[in-house]
């Protein structure tokens, strides 16, 4: 069975041109064999319109439940006790960083509370003096300003310790970043033995409760009109194909991927049981208001569609070995049908579908 390029290379070199309704016919001279082994050919068919959009997306963790956890210190990570995807508890040690701040923080802590032992002792020896008369007032209260200056800048450098997770009885240097809440880890941006800075911008760790999560849909322009936010849906999964998740359109983006061409639009879907897991591949079925009296319309396979210069083509078999490119306009997508108007297509003509990309390269060449 010869391949698809070998089919391609059969392909005699000739002239085309196109003209604005791009109804020029090509012959492309092969056998019966070649042409039932190398490209499949399907008809234009009348069909009622879908009741259902479909729609692919994928699932991520819903951005209004989340938290990221970014460095306090700066230093070097010792270890790493979350790896991505495990379930944390609100608390528990997420890494370990070895930090010349920590060291910072008890030296001060220690210096205070040595300035407090020695202004408590002067007070002390102050106010016997002035007792006996040998110290005057002002010596004795600048004694007391001096212990309660030293008390607060105490105070000071011990919450600074506990904020930072030191330990007032240990000169070890480490910070362990813990978990703010519970809930599974979704991203992970560090790894054992990265230097750190304190003011960096990217989070070490992000946490959600996976309680809810988004699905992000993709929608061509020529659906959008069939969207609307509030709209249910229901939602597959590969990993559960026959389980159904139903939810509803949440947002809908109002800026268009210029890249894909595509509107993106965020469903909300309760996921108590946390099965559905951040990357997932998700098949969004929207359902469309009802159109008991719309007319049937012009359906193609979606793999007929050849999508070039911002415009869908479709490659017709207009007779026995020659075939034409017809440009198309696309009203809606379902998963096997197109539904297209223009190109002067009538129910019954014939249509490539495998090879389509194939030919239409020949042909616009």
């Known amino acids: 069975m010869k391949s698809l390029h070998a089919f391609v290379a059969t392909i005699a070199v000739g002239s085309l041109l196109v003209s604005g309704c791009q109804k020029q ?3 492309v ?9 190398s490209y499949l050919i399907d008809t234009v068919r009348r069909l009622p319109p879908q009741q259902k959009l479909v729609l692919n997306g994928a699932v991520t963790f819903d951005q209004e439940d989340v938290i990221r956890v970014f460095p306090l210190v700066s230093g070097n990570v010792e270890t790493i006790n979350a790896p991505l995807g495990t379930y944390v508890k609100k608390g528990q040690a997420l890494a370990v960083i070895r930090s010349g701040d920590i060291s910072t923080y008890v030296n001060d802590y220690q210096a ?13 020896n102050v106010s016997a003096q002035y007792k006996a008369g040998f110290a005057s007032e002002t010596d004795y209260l600048t004694a007391r300003n001096a212990v309660k200056k030293a008390e607060e800048e105490l105070s000071k450098s011990t919450n600074i310790l506990q904020v930072y997770g030191g330990s007032s009885n240990s000169g070890n240097p480490y910070f362990t970043v813990k ?7 979704v991203q992970r941006d560090v790894n054992a033995g990265q230097d750190l800075r304190s003011d960096s911008q990217n989070p070490l760790f992000t946490i959600s409760s996976l309680k809810q999560v988004w699905v992000m849909a993709n929608v061509y322009e020529q659906d959008i009109p069939l969207i609307r936010q509030g709209q ?12 159904v998740f139903t939810g509803t359109i949440g947002n809908v983006s109002s800026v268009l991927d210029e890249q894909a061409r595509v509107l993106k639009v ?9 099965l559905l897991k951040p990357d997932m591949f998700a098949t969004v079925h929207a359902q469309l208001a009802d159109r ?3 007319a049937d319309q012009l359906a193609v396979p979606q793999k007929a569609l050849v999508f070039d210069r911002d415009q869908y083509y479709v490659v017709v078999q207009t007779a026995p070995n020659k075939y034409a490119i017809r440009e198309v306009s696309v009203s809606q997508n379902t998963t096997r049908y197109a539904f297209v108007t223009g190109g002067g297509l009538q129910p019954g ?11 239409y390269s020949d042909l616009t060449n």
């Open 25 to 27: 016919e090509h012959s």
């Open 29 to 37: 001279p092969t056998s019966a064999a070649d042409s039932t082994s």
């Open 112 to 124: 205070d509370k040595s300035d407090l032992e020695v202004a408590l002792q002067n007070e002390k």
């Open 179 to 185: 978990a703010p809440i519970a809930g599974y880890v």
């Open 232 to 243: 249910a849906v229901t939602v597959n999964v590969l990993a559960y194909p026959d389980k």
């Open 266 to 274: 965020r469903i909300v879907l309760a996921n108590p049981e946390g």
């Open 292 to 294: 008991p009296n719309a």
């Open 349 to 359: 003509d014939r249509v490539v579908t495998e090879g389509s990309l194939l030919i």
